[in-house]
């Protein structure tokens, strides 16, 4: 597969987004997971995600397990920055946000040991902590690569000017968002400062969480327990207008002879030579299906039909719930 650049770092133009795995989406069972980790490898996919959060914790856990033998041939992305309840029966929740020098040490740590690995390639923070300066967040990080326990800093859902502030300390080597197109906000801002610093952007959630390949039509689609039931977007009445914006896209990648999701990912991959989606899969033939996109290149035409078929102004409902406190900062 095609390679493209993080900063330091080399990875295939398509990366593994391992979340749904063991986090809301209603996970599966560990041997599945593994059994497409693997089959991603071998389809030339370098580059896996995950964050101390999903879970919690269980998802770093599964890619540990996953990637045992195989460290060689991957490049590791996770993500520090809460702070979680005490365990009860078993599971932890999210109290608040934590990115705390001390704090970032400890995550460090702890992320190494449930990967099972010696050092991160790249180590995000996964929110903007309100109360800690990112100048001494990016301080703790960037002693961790001196120390060679990380490789390279990255950002989640930060803002332009955070990102610059971050920067100012010690290169960013990638800044993650949900981008997809239905979720055009980066390009106000935070795509033109990455390209202006040199800086890589990974799209999460490129294929609308499903919704943009037609993977979701209706509520039917989703697990009682997948927290897409309580995003706006996937209201019963949102999703009826916008499974009509994935209508669009079908008919148009049967004229192109791809499937939507395909043709999603093209779009996305064509916005930039450093942007790495990182698309969500639980499922063997999703993934075969998405890997070939990017192989797949598209017009200045094509290009342009894809956007008309989803305009940001027909997508009906936000991002996240309002007041939601974690996922609202951004």
């Known amino acids: 597969m095609e390679q493209r650049h993080l900063g330091p770092l080399s990875v295939s133009a398509i990366g593994l987004g391992c979340m749904g795995m063991s986090h809301a989406y209603g996970g599966q069972p560990e041997a599945a997971s593994i059994e497409v980790i693997h089959r991603a490898i071998d389809l030339g996919v370098t580059f896996f995600d995950t964050a101390e959060v999903y879970g919690p914790f269980e998802n770093e856990i599964l890619l540990g397990r996953a990637l045992r033998g195989r460290r060689d041939k991957v490049v590791i992305a996770t993500k520090f920055g809460f702070r979680f309840t005490p365990k009860e029966n078993g599971v932890s929740s999210v109290l608040g946000f934590d990115s705390r020098p001390e704090h970032v040490r400890d995550v460090a740590e702890a992320s190494l040991k449930r990967l099972g690995i010696d050092h991160i390639d790249l180590f995000y923070q996964h929110r903007v902590d309100p109360d800690v300066p990112v100048e001494d967040t990016v301080g703790a990080l960037a002693d961790l690569v001196k120390e060679g326990k990380i490789r390279a800093i990255g950002l989640s859902e930060a803002p332009a000017e955070i990102i610059r502030r971050a920067h100012a300390i010690h290169p960013v080597a990638a800044v993650q968002s949900e981008y997809s197109l239905w979720t055009r906000d980066p390009e106000a801002a935070v795509l033109p400062t990455c390209t202006e610093l040199g800086i890589g952007f990974v799209p999460f959630s490129p294929l609308g969480r499903g919704l943009l390949s037609g993977a979701v039509r209706n509520g039917g689609d ?32 049967e004229a192109k002879g791809c499937t939507s999701a395909q043709l999603v990912l093209a779009w996305v991959l064509a916005q930039g030579r450093a942007i790495v989606p990182i698309p969500g899969v639980r499922k063997l033939a999703h993934l075969e299906d998405n890997v070939k996109a990017a192989a797949l290149r598209l017009s200045a035409e094509d290009l342009a039909a894809v956007e008309a078929a989803v305009p940001v102004s027909a997508v009906h409902g936000g991002r996240y719930p309002e007041g939601d406190p974690i996922n609202q900062r951004r």
Do not use: Y
């Open 222 to 253: 989703l697990s009682e327990n997948d927290f897409r039931k309580t995003l706006p977007r996937f209201s019963e009445e949102n999703l009826a207008a916008n499974v009509v914006l994935a209508d669009a896209l079908a008919r148009l990648a």
